[in-house]
C-alpha cells in the first residue's frame, strides 16, 4: 500500500516535470515570436567581419494587362558572377536583392530570370509568340559597367538595372535593360537596407553608408 510520502514523492516528481515542460513550452513560444517579429535575426548577418554584402536593384516594366502589374512583378532569380562561379541572391526586399557573406574579390551581373503571370498574359496575347518566363541576357557593355572590386567586410552596391519588356504580335518580346549607378541610388540602396534591417549587421554597415554618402551631397 502507497505511503504519504511515497505520495508526497510522486506529486513533487509530477510538479518538477510539468514546470520543466512548461518553460521549455515558453522558450520555445518565445524563439517563435522574436523570428516572426525579427525575421531579419535568423540567417540574415554577416557570418564574420570579413565576410561581405552586394546589393543589386533591378525593376521590370511590361506592356502586360494591369492586372498582371497589379503584382507588382519581379525576379525570381538574379545572379552574379566570380569567375567561373554564379552566385543567387539570399535575401531580398523590395526590389532590391542581397548577395551576403561574400568573399573578396571581382563580382559582376550574370542573369535574371521573372516568370511570366501566363494567365493575365494568355488573356491579353493570345496570338503573341510569349515564352513562360523572361530569361535577361545582359550584354557585355552592362556586365563590363557593373563589375565591382569586393573588399573583406564591406557592403557595397553594384548598381540598378531596369529592365523594359515590349511584346510583339507574333514575336519575341523585345527587352531592354538600362543600367545606372548613381549616389543617389546608392544612398537610396543604403538606406532601403538599413531600415528594413536595422539590427542586422548589414544594418548597421549600410547606416554608416548613408553617413558617409549624405555628408558629399551637403
Not at 55 to 62: L, P, S, W, Y
Not at 95 to 121: M, V
Not at 162 to 189: C, G, M, W
Request: charged share 30%.
Amino acid at each position: 500500500m502507497e505511503t504519504k510520502n511515497e505520495r508526497m514523492s510522486e506529486v513533487k516528481k509530477i510538479s518538477k516535470w510539468e514546470q520543466l515542460t512548461s518553460g521549455v513550452f515558453r522558450k520555445i513560444l518565445i524563439l517563435l515570436l522574436v523570428s516572426y517579429l525579427f525575421p531579419e535575426c535568423s540567417s540574415f548577418g554577416p557570418k564574420n567581419s570579413q565576410s561581405s554584402l552586394i546589393i543589386v536593384h533591378m525593376t521590370i516594366v511590361k506592356d502586360e494587362m494591369i492586372l498582371d502589374e497589379l503584382i507588382d512583378p519581379r525576379f525570381q532569380k538574379v545572379t552574379l558572377r566570380k569567375g567561373e562561379k554564379s552566385i543567387e541572391y539570399s535575401e531580398s526586399s523590395g526590389h532590391y536583392y542581397y548577395f551576403q557573406n561574400l568573399k573578396e574579390g571581382q563580382y559582376e551581373i550574370f542573369d535574371a530570370i521573372h516568370l511570366l503571370n501566363r494567365g493575365a498574359s494568355d488573356f491579353a496575347f493570345g496570338s503573341t509568340k510569349q515564352p513562360n518566363k523572361i530569361d535577361i541576357d545582359f550584354d557585355l557593355d552592362d556586365i563590363r559597367k557593373s563589375r565591382i572590386d569586393l573588399l573583406p567586410g564591406t557592403v557595397v552596391f553594384m548598381g540598378s538595372f531596369h529592365v523594359t519588356v515590349d511584346f510583339k504580335f507574333q514575336e519575341e518580346p523585345k527587352i531592354t535593360v538600362r543600367y545606372s549607378k548613381t549616389n543617389e541610388e546608392e544612398l537610396a540602396a543604403m538606406d532601403h537596407l538599413y531600415k528594413n534591417y536595422p539590427r542586422s549587421g548589414w544594418g548597421q554597415k549600410a547606416k554608416n553608408r548613408v553617413k558617409l554618402l549624405s555628408s558629399f551631397t551637403q
